[in-house]
Nanobody
Framework: QVQLVESGGGLVQPGGSLVLSCAAS????????MGWFRQAPGKTRDLVAT?????????TYAESVKGRFSISRDNEKNMVFLQMNSLKPEDTAVYYCIYEDHPFVYWGQGTQVTVSS
């Protein structure tokens, strides 16, 4: 089992920035991928960004956040971060941390991000 705890959500004005953090604990794998999904009211839960544990396997981003969001991780602390810049109202959603170690997938409880003036 893996437990995920997210933090860093909140209310921000359009154009502002936020950093989300996710800490993983429990049966941590050396090969797990971590990342973020988000779900807006009435919409599906969609991928935002992922990052592999190996540096050479890189990162992936949704087209809608490329150039604005940046994902990173600290393998020693089993944490993943999402730096969100130039936030838009359409980025408003609950953001979920994900930990994937095939075939197992674990989700955090979610943190609300609201972009509004």
């Amino acid at each position: 089992q893996v437990q995920l705890v997210e933090s860093g959500g909140g209310l921000v004005q359009p154009g502002g920035s936020l950093v989300l953090s996710c800490a993983a604990s429990g049966s941590i794998s050396n090969s797990a991928t971590m990342g973020w999904f988000r779900q807006a009211p009435g919409k599906t839960r969609d991928l935002v960004a992922t990052i592999s544990k190996r540096r050479d396997e890189g990162t992936t981003y949704a087209e809608s956040v490329k150039g604005r969001f940046s994902i990173s991780r600290d393998n020693e602390k089993n944490m993943v971060f999402l730096q969100m810049n130039s936030l838009k109202p359409e980025d408003t959603a609950v953001y979920y941390c994900i930990y994937e170690d095939h075939p197992f997938v674990y989700w955090g409880q979610g943190t609300q991000v609201t972009v509004s003036s």
